[in-house]
């Protein structure tokens, strides 16, 4: 097992937003977790991140084998988590290469590696580069100051090219993208996909399903999974709207 | 000239031994004997020179005239929508009670001078309350005002009051004889959950000159809301010091906005003083000066405690040989982390012997706190001015109708409607005299 | 954040790497001022009577002044009587070449990464070193001189060529400017002259060194910069000074003269020792640095970087005399612990159409405090003039201060001037962001703090730039809040 959530509770400011949250990924899976808003999605993906505005009340996570909740938020990224950001920050007069080149050799100090030269890096970003049909231009920019919505989410993936991560969580990933940059975006993802390693989907829309199939698909309401199935679940939520299953649950 | 001595001998004369707040006035005066009149050196002083209007001869009188003013006088004072409202007169910096215009019983509006207030029940609120602004202004001028304290007037909205009608303030300076040196003083409190609008005007009869030198003092408690406005439109023959310090002890919201068209030299100080977690502020300034005026806004914000909110929006319009001064400071204090506080001060210069000086200051002791400030001075758009024209608009016309417009996010700010009609009409007529 | 606050009260065991002291005899004065010590000096260097008698009279002129006392920094008075007003290395009266030089000197500034030797140095860059009072030597000269560019110590240039430094030594900061500047005009001892002929690129940067190695001693630098018609040069300054408990007075004077269409680049990295954690020691760098466009089109250029000093006291300024002139001053300042900086610049606009930009970037950590004060200064004459400001500051830790005073003064209805300040520290999600990409707290705040000052450090020369950001990294571990 490479994810196992268990019975996850968590506040902030003392409210509770995840209330026993159990979920388990293995290695090269693909799950989808969908609802209504203020459901809860975004702050699962924070607890996994380690944000330090929640607390987790109760339950525990296990990565790899390590208890992740001990982990501090920069242990969990070098341990192969990577959280790709509902709205990724922007900081002014850091370039886009000089930020993912100290990432990388985070992670490589991290893993016991030299860190990488500039030629060899420079080698390996032209490669990933294609993935997400991102410019050299906008990597010499300072990250994410001015970019558009849609370069913001490519960088987002074009990170995760680079930093090569075990368990990938893209929170709302398709949010605020048109049809083309959705299309660039889902495609990086669909090539980064493979046995080893597992993607956790956090979205509102099943529209980034039609690009990339989930393996499951999870039904987030009031802090809890509702309802768990195959793709079909979410082609029914799609159809019927949320309100079947949040009416379902309220009763 | 009106030297140290001619104040000594004014005040030996004046302060009656028995009153109330005579330590006061004893302490303010040694102060002022200590300091005596700022001069340009002070570097609070720096962009206005005050110390020569006092190479004059004033007459600081002890009669505060009001049987001199017929209510037909009065009303003729009065600013669009005035009518029903509650208002007070000073005259020659003496509070005249005999002329108080209210439309509220006691229980809702306090009105006494100052020396009857120290007396009675108010009596602890004035021990604390009054002079308190000496902390933070310690010059000359304002130790002179509190030496000459007994004829100012407190102002006391009790618990829960929320006054539907604005309270308007007219100072007059009866100066058809003599040059006139008046020193207004007020004390406003707002207990919990009041709600005052409160309007200043300044007024000079008379063609001789006359120099206010003016101090209030605000106390804001808990849940109090202030509008706050001030019209400096006297003949240039009126110099103006006025000092306005408001404490917000409890969490509280004040807007204040100061519009200064006419005049000789004025210098403003505004100080919020923001005493509790919460506080919101905004303070709003317009100058439009023509001829030979010099306007000197001077503010304070100084941020105590945290979650304190401030904005600060100032423009001014420079034209023949006039001088805009804009000096803001803000400082936020060690605890007063999560501080949002903004300034911004726009100006516009239309004539070569125009001046503007600025100086924004930030002092910024807490680290969690988002603060800026902005500063410009330039023109008025010449791609705009030529737009206009080139509709058939004629030059003066283009300006006044862009200078207007330069100026609309200020008066926007003033929610008493009649009487934002009246400043624009004032506007109006400002922009089109020459 | 309870984490990094901690590693904020760890604050900083950062060794300053330049405190050494070299062990070298050393000629100097008794502690002291007096017109029998300003005659000591002056007869030590050899100088002209008209030197002299300068100097003599900017010391009656200072002896009626008092300390000013409007900067935002706080300090004991300082006894100008219990200060060593020369010393100098022990070494050969002249020396012909760079060998002569005493091995231990080479070595001392070997050890702070600076070659005195042609061949093993980075060409392009030449360089005058100063220790105390005194300039060392200085390296191409003979190649610049071949191109007709003076590049050597005031000392020299006093005695080799009188008539230029008589034209221009106070010709932009007059002995009268103000009390530092007038005591360094009775008391300089050494500095840099440069001069660059009409017509002449200067082919590489030009640069100066200044060391301060003895005990109890001030360092009263003097430097002169004269670019002709349509020259360009571009100048660098470093420093550094022992690790003592004392308290030490780097009080400078530099002056700029930009003819027409001349460009001059004075770039600063200043890392004079800035004391200890507990605010002991550390030098006090009270500098005027001014330069003038004296004609048309001329253009002068500030950036400093600055790390170092206890206190730092110094507005590099800007007289826009000619008409199509450009100013332009960057500058980040770096206080740490009790460091106290009141930095930032003048630029007084006199002629047409002339130009200004101010980029101030202040980062403050510890318990220090960091002002900015600028003055921009649009005359009646100055027709379309143009300044733009932009100061920004940054706050590591509740214990510190960031301040700015700008002063604006418009006399002119073409002219447009517009400042905006800032006062932020680093925002939470900038630091979740870079630690979730597996970069650490005290790294991602480097990398952040690097950010925010770019704009600055991308206007220093290549070398420079990498050196300066080293020293920014240093300068700010254990700063994390």
Known sequence: MMLSIKNIHANIDGKEILKGINLDIKAGEVHAIMGPNGSGKSTLASVLAGREEYEVTEGTVTFLDQNLLDLSIEDRARAGLFLAFQYPVEIPGVSTTNFIKAAVNEKRKYQGKEPLDALAFLKIMKEKMALVEIDQSLLSRSINEGFSGGEKKRNEIFQMAMLEPKLAILDETDSGLDIDALRIVANGINQLRNQNRAILLITHYQRLLDYIQPDFVHVLYNGRIVKSGSKALALELEEKGYDFITEETDL | ?434 | MNEDLDMLEQSALNDYKYGFVTNIDTDTIPKGLNEGVIELISKKKNEPEWMLAWRLKAYAYWLKLVEPTWANIKHPPINYQDIIYYAAPKQKEQLNSLEEVDPELLRTFEKLGISLNEQKRLTGVAVDVVMDSVSIATSFKEQLSEIGVIFCSISEAIQKHPELVKKYLGSVVPMTDNYFAALNSAVFTDGSFCYIPKGVRCPMELSTYFRINAENSGQFERTLIIAEEESYVSYLEGCTAPMRDENQLHAAVVELVAMKKAEIKYSTVQNWYPGDKEGNGGIYNFVTKRGICLEDYAKISWTQVETGSAITWKYPSVILKGDHTIGEFYSVAFTNHHQQADTGTKMIHLGKNTRSRIVSKGISAGQSQNSYRGLVRAAKGAINARNYSQCDSLLLGDKCGAHTFPYIEVKNKTAIVEHEATTSKIGEDQLFYCRQRGIDAEAAVALIVNGFAKEVMNQLPMEFAIEAQKLLAISMEGSVG
């Open chain 2, 1 to 434: 000239m009106t030297n140290i001595a001619y104040f000594k001998d004014q005040f030996e004369d004046i302060a009656e031994p028995d009153s109330a707040i005579r330590e006061i006035t004893k302490t303010a005066f040694d102060t002022f004997n200590q300091l005596g009149l700022p001069t340009y050196k002070l570097e609070e002083w720096k962009y206005t020179n005050i110390s020569s209007l006092f190479d004059k001869n004033y007459q600081f009188s002890k009669d505060n005239f009001q049987d001199k003013l017929s209510p037909s006088d009065l009303q003729a004072l009065n600013l669009a929508g005035e009518e029903e409202a509650h208002a007070l007169y000073f005259i020659n910096g003496r509070f005249a009670a005999g002329l108080s215009k209210i439309n509220a019983t006691e229980n809702e509006l306090v009105v006494l001078p100052l020396q009857e207030a120290a007396k009675g029940p108010y009596q602890k609120i004035i021990a604390e309350h009054l002079g308190s602004s000496s902390k933070y202004l310690k010059d000359g001028l304002h130790a002179l005002n509190t030496a000459f304290i007994q004829d100012g007037v407190f102002i006391y909205l009790p618990k829960g009051k929320q006054l539907a009608l604005p309270l308007y303030l007219h100072h007059i300076n009866h100066a058809d004889t003599e040059n006139v040196l008046s020193q207004p003083r007020s004390l406003v409190y707002l207990a919990e959950n009041t709600n005052l609008q409160l309007i200043e005007t300044y007024t000079t009869l008379g063609s001789m000159e006359s120099f206010s030198n003016e101090v209030m003092e605000i106390v804001l408690q808990e849940n109090a809301y202030l509008a706050y406005y001030k019209l400096q439109n006297d003949g240039p023959n009126a110099a103006q010091v006025s000092s306005t310090q408001i404490h917000q002890l409890g969490k509280s919201y004040v807007q204040t906005l100061t519009i200064a068209l006419n005049g000789g030299v004025i210098r403003n100080n505004l100080n919020l003083i923001l005493e509790a977690e919460g506080n919101e502020t905004h303070l709003y300034g317009l100058s439009l000066l023509k001829g030979n005026s010099h306007v000197d806004h001077h503010t304070l914000v100084d941020n105590k405690r945290p979650n304190c909110f401030s904005n600060q929006l100032y423009k001014g319009i420079a034209d023949d040989t006039a001088t805009g001064v804009f000096s803001g400071r803000i400082i936020v204090q060690r605890d007063a982390q999560k501080t949002n506080a903004y300034q911004s001060s726009k100006n516009i210069i239309l004539s070569d012997r125009a001046t503007i000086n600025a100086k924004p200051q930030l002092e910024i002791l807490a680290d969690d706190v988002k603060c800026s400030h902005g500063c410009t001075v330039g023109q008025l758009d010449e791609e705009a001015m030529f737009y206009l024209r080139a509709r058939g608009i004629p030059l003066k016309e283009a300006e006044s109708l862009l200078l207007r417009g330069f100026a609309a996010d200020i008066l926007d700010q003033i929610k008493l409607k009649p009487l934002r009609k009246h400043i624009e009409q004032l506007i109006l007529a400002h922009l089109a005299s020459t």
